[in-house]
């Protein structure tokens, strides 16, 4: 494979090509014939398969994962021993095991979970054994009783070291349950593997442990509720519970293809009784809902009645009192439109404003504070695409700026919203693909200040001077050129200031080619910067002196997986702020990426 290959194999695995997002349907007919587009897209997953080409390390990778996956396999049939006996055939004579469940490390109780987290360097000296069956039956010893154990393993590093060995850097995580008793192991592995006869069939020489992560919980942290919660709405099945995939093809494309689900929700008490309700944006054609909460904590669905039940494709929503008359405002990007619908006082919404950008391509996140401190609540309006996902392309792809200008909308009620983004200085940098933006005074100097979370490239945080505003994002080491697509602000350490997280794509493809020595040879900042993008999630902690320190491998947060909006949340009641980071894409037949 040649470098230009290389670089396009890169896209392909890092970025997610739209090749690989397409479902089967949207193919033309097999006579019918192919756009250049079509005929682009055909010729670049023609350079999927390692085993067509030269890219050896990839070649290593197939074949050393495929025999990850049998060997998940047999360990996910449980760890008593007798189903562990048929692991020895993965393993060269004389194979040199680290413990993989090592004795030590800290120990803290969070809640119903006990967490044991243990580094190579923490854990106590142990002589390797050459026994694999010994070896996993004590790793997966915990998950005894457990009616079914879960175990995969994610690839994400190849390197030859020598003529007939190679070694992987490998996730490794289990998950089993028995009764009120749940377990999970997260470990990273280093393997070294040995190539045999068979090139299709290497065997594992030796196992070094890096970290290992065991918790332990006495009982579920979270009840499933969905069905009680919505049981009066007649259509929640029918609209709610289908993927993203099911509504493409069924319904117009007036908006972005269904399937994507960049949609948005809004929490907030719309009618006022104490109880907060739930606003849930949906795809081109399918009705917005409104779930409005009864004192049982079921819901009764009401859009329609309280005339938000809106068919056009919405993203960003927010729930805030844009008018400052005490109740909760509905703020919508509905395509190229901002409606702003104003709450009567009881639950039941009326069009109050209408905003459109002046250019054509959608809005997609909102976020909301009052910037210029005047007393009531201005927006901020995120854009991604020129025209829709999968046909404006970014370039270049780790640093784009081809995307369509993000919008500060001033409120400058009762005479309206004014667009505002140059005046104030939030035209500097305001050209890439936009995903997430969130408010929070980072400096504490009275304002609030604004990170904007782009995909493809570098962040922005544009600083807060008095209503004027200055992209500081590099001096103050926070630009986190990834694949960003969430934020948010909080004191995860509890020293009085607002630190920041960064939701990005963990690809253990783009990490396994990026970081070959071959993939963009002579070209070393571009080389960084496209390992950069593939790296994970990132957790910048405030210095408290305008600048913020990446954190994020001491904290153990990189490996979100395909990582959307995340947010901190104290879900063990202790005062610390915790993290959900909900990920996924779309895949159809090709899961490896994920």
């Not at 089993?176 to 990273?188: I, Y």
């Not at 459109?356 to 995120?382: M, V």
């Given at each position: 494979m040649n470098r230009s290959r290389s670089h396009a194999l890169a896209l392909t695995f890092a970025m997610g090509s739209l090749a690989l997002a397409l479902p089967p349907r949207c193919w033309p007919q097999e006579n019918a014939p192919r756009t250049a587009r079509q005929q682009e897209i055909e010729e670049l997953m023609g350079k999927n398969s390692p085993l067509d080409d030269d890219w050896e390390t990839e070649i290593l990778y197939k074949h050393a994962d495929h025999e990850l996956k049998e060997l998940a396999g047999i360990l996910a049939q449980r760890g008593d021993g007798s189903a562990l006996s048929d692991v020895s055939r993965f393993f060269a004579d004389s194979s040199a095991l680290a413990p993989l469940r090592p004795e030590g490390g800290e120990v803290r109780t969070v809640g119903k979970f006990s967490i044991r987290r243990c580094g190579a360097a923490e854990a106590p000296e142990e002589a390797t054994a050459t026994d694999p069956a010994a070896v996993f039956a004590r790793l997966l010893a915990p998950f005894e009783g457990a009616a079914q154990v879960s175990v995969a393993f994610k690839l994400y590093r190849v390197e030859r070291h020598a003529p007939g060995r190679f070694n992987t850097t490998v996730l490794y995580q289990a998950f089993?349950?028995?009764?009120?008793?749940?377990?999970?192991?997260?470990?990273?592995?280093?393997?070294?593997?040995k190539e045999t006869d068979d090139p299709d069939r290497p065997l594992i020489a030796g196992i070094d442990l890096v970290h290992f992560d065991e918790i332990e919980s006495r009982g579920p942290q979270f009840t499933e509720c969905t069905g009680a919660v919505f049981a009066d709405d007649a259509l929640f099945a029918d609209l709610m519970l289908r993927g993203g995939d099911y509504w493409f093809g069924r319904s117009d494309a007036l908006g972005e293809w269904n399937y994507l689900g960049h949609n948005g929700l809004a929490v907030g008490d719309v009618n006022g009784d104490g109880l907060d309700d739930l606003y849930v944006?949906?795809?081109?054609?399918?009705?917005?809902?409104?779930?409005?909460?009864?004192?049982?904590?079921?819901?009764?669905?009401?859009?329609?009645?309280?005339?938000?039940?809106?068919?056009?494709?919405?993203?960003?929503?927010?729930?805030?009192?844009?008018d400052n008359d005490g109740d909760q405002d509905l703020v919508c990007a509905m395509g190229s439109l901002i409606v702003i619908s104003a709450n009567d006082g009881t639950g039941t919404f009326a069009p109050a404003h209408m905003l459109?950008?002046?250019?054509?391509?959608?809005?997609?996140?909102?976020?909301?504070?009052?910037?210029?401190?005047?007393?009531?609540?201005?927006?901020?309006?995120?854009r991604y695409v020129k025209t829709r996902y999968g046909e404006s392309l970014p370039d270049p792809f780790h640093d784009a700026r081809n995307g369509p200008p993000n919008h500060l909308l001033r409120n400058d009620l009762p005479a309206g919203f004014m667009d505002v983004t140059a005046e104030v200085g939030l035209d500097a940098n305001n050209d890439r693909f936009s995903l997430a933006a969130s408010w929070a005074d980072y400096d504490a100097d009275g304002d609030p200040d604004l990170y904007v979370a782009n995909d493809f490239g570098r962040n922005n945080l544009y600083r807060n001077d008095g209503g004027k505003f200055v992209d500081v994002a590099a001096a103050a080491q926070a630009e986190d050129q990834a694949a960003g697509m969430g934020v948010s602000w909080e004191d995860f350490d509890l020293d009085g200031d607002f630190d920041l997280l960064v939701s990005n794509m963990f690809s253990g493809a783009g990490q396994r080619i990026a970081y070959q020595p071959r993939f963009k040879a002579g070209a070393e900042a571009e080389r960084q910067e496209i390992q950069r993008h593939s790296l994970g999630n990132t957790l910048?902690?405030?210095?408290?002196?305008?600048?913020?320190?990446?954190?994020?491998?001491?904290?153990?947060?990189?490996?979100?997986?395909?990582?959307?909006?995340?947010?901190?949340?104290?879900?063990?009641?202790?005062?610390?702020?915790?993290?959900?980071?909900?990920?996924?894409?779309l895949t159809n037949e090709l899961k490896d990426d994920l």
């Open positions: 089993g349950a028995a009764s009120e008793r749940r377990v999970q192991q997260t470990a990273r592995w280093r393997i070294e593997w944006a949906t795809g081109t054609g399918i009705p917005n809902r409104l779930y409005v909460q009864n004192p049982d904590g079921t819901t009764t669905e009401r859009a329609l009645e309280a005339g938000v039940a809106w068919l056009d494709d919405t993203k960003g929503v927010l729930l805030l009192d844009h459109r950008a002046a250019t054509p391509p959608n809005f997609y996140s909102l976020a909301a504070a009052d910037y210029d401190l005047d007393g009531d609540l201005d927006i901020y309006a995120c910048l902690r405030n210095n408290g002196d305008g600048t913020f320190a990446d954190v994020s491998d001491d904290a153990g947060i990189r490996m979100g997986r395909w990582a959307f909006g995340a947010v901190f949340a104290d879900f063990g009641n202790d005062g610390w702020p915790d993290m959900v980071v909900p990920n996924g894409f």
